[in-house]
């Protein structure tokens, strides 16, 4: 119960495990052509996503080395991985950060002064994992329009999860990562680019990383990418692909929702308090929740206790460390697992001394049933 990386089913480990097949044929194209054509739903894009063989921070690497080489980049920051994309933009541009408290609204006034300043790319994150907080992309989107700015979202941890619409918000270059909503292994990321990016495409970005290369190789027949990719990372991502399109993308996304207000249900009926601050235009996430741990209560102990009975949530990242414990209810996770981990949760509050106000758990299962 991790916000990434999330179990796998059985049938994405049985299509990783088997002999290896040549990258340049068509048993390899024919995988990468479904998880595009997946990925173009999941995304709400008409463009082909481009897979690499590298996490998501690959991706957020690729995106502002091929798109923002030395623009200035306005970098919306309330969480951590805001605050990478803001550090990889000093690799590259002229980055400027618009940092908030993690867990709290973003400075989109501070936005437009920088964009009628004549800011050229934009970077935001749009569910941040480390806070629990969902960022305003359609809004971002829209600005960046206004302003005709190019903007990069991370959506390493909502695309596959919740309702994303990489199109209609305007998003030029969409990221996300296997092992989070999609259910699949670790090591592979997407990124969908709009034609008003390539349009601005700068053509050099490090070698391996190069998207012109990636978009070449994906458009021909069958399928390549540029250098050898991680086939059977590949092969486990496609059957992932597979089993969202048979559940279907606005069922998965339903599901998601459904969990997370269980989870948040249940936090509240403990009596316990989340952790994001948020407002008319920023949601507590749909596929993480941030929760702040009870005075009293240690993160090591109280992690350790649900670790021991066989389940893995996360604490909190840097200075959050001790300050929350993080659920994540992302990927294939069904209600009897978000049952167990808030029973087990409940026992954890208790054994260290936190009497929980009422039953979080029952509360969850009227949520979910
Ligand atoms: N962006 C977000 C929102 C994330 O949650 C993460 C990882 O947790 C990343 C980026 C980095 O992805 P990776 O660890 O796959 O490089």
Redesign the pocket.
């Known amino acids: 119960m991790l916000?990434?990386p999330v179990p796998l089913s059985e049938r994405v480990r049985a299509a990783m495990a088997r002999q290896a097949i040549n990258h340049r044929g068509p048993e390899f194209g024919e995988a990468y052509a479904d998880i595009v054509r997946v990925l173009r739903s999941v995304f709400q894009t008409k463009n082909d996503p481009l897979v690499l063989s590298g996490?998501?921070?690959a991706a957020?690497e690729a995106a502002i080395a091929n798109f923002g080489q030395g623009r200035k980049i306005a970098h919306l920051v309330n969480g951590k991985?805001g605050e990478?994309l803001f550090d990889i933009g000093k690799r590259y541009g002229q980055a400027v950060p618009l940092a908030s408290e993690w867990g709290t609204p973003l400075q989109i006034e501070r936005l437009e002064q920088e964009l009628e300043g004549g800011c050229e790319i934009v970077t935001m994150?749009h569910?941040?994992?480390s806070a629990g907080i969902l960022n305003p992309a359609k809004e971002v989107g829209a600005l960046c329009r206004k302003h005709d700015a190019l903007f990069i979202m991370?959506g390493?941890?909502s695309i596959g999860g919740d309702t994303v619409m990489v199109d209609e918000w305007g998003v030029d270059v969409a990221i996300v990562?296997s092992?989070k909503c999609l259910a699949a292994p670790?090591g592979l990321?997407a990124l969908s680019v709009s034609e008003r990016a390539w349009d601005r495409f700068t053509g050099n970005a490090p070698y391996y990383l190069d998207l012109g290369a990636y978009q070449k190789s994906a458009m021909k027949s069958p399928m390549e990418t540029p250098y050898t990719p991680a086939v059977p990372l590949f092969l486990g991502l496609r059957e992932a692909c597979l089993m969202i399109e048979e559940e279907g993308v606005d069922a998965r996304i339903a599901r998601h929702h459904r969990m997370a207000e269980s989870v948040r249900t249940a936090a509240e009926v403990w009596g316990l308090s989340l952790y994001p601050k948020i407002d008319a235009l920023h949601h507590y996430s749909q596929t993480v929740t941030a929760v702040n741990l009870p005075d009293g209560v240690k993160d090591k102990e109280f992690r350790g206790i649900i670790k021991k009975l066989g389940i893995q949530i996360a604490g909190g990242q840097d200075h959050l460390k001790d300050v929350i414990f993080r659920i994540g209810h992302m990927g294939a996770v069904s209600a009897p697992e978000i049952l167990a981990t808030l029973a087990i949760t409940e026992h954890a509050l208790q054994k260290l001394g936190y009497n929980p106000e009422g039953h979080g758990v029952a509360a969850a299962a009227e949520v979910l049933g």
């Open positions: 916000p990434g996490s998501g921070t957020m991985f990478r994150v569910n941040e994992t991370d390493v941890t990562g092992q670790a990321s």
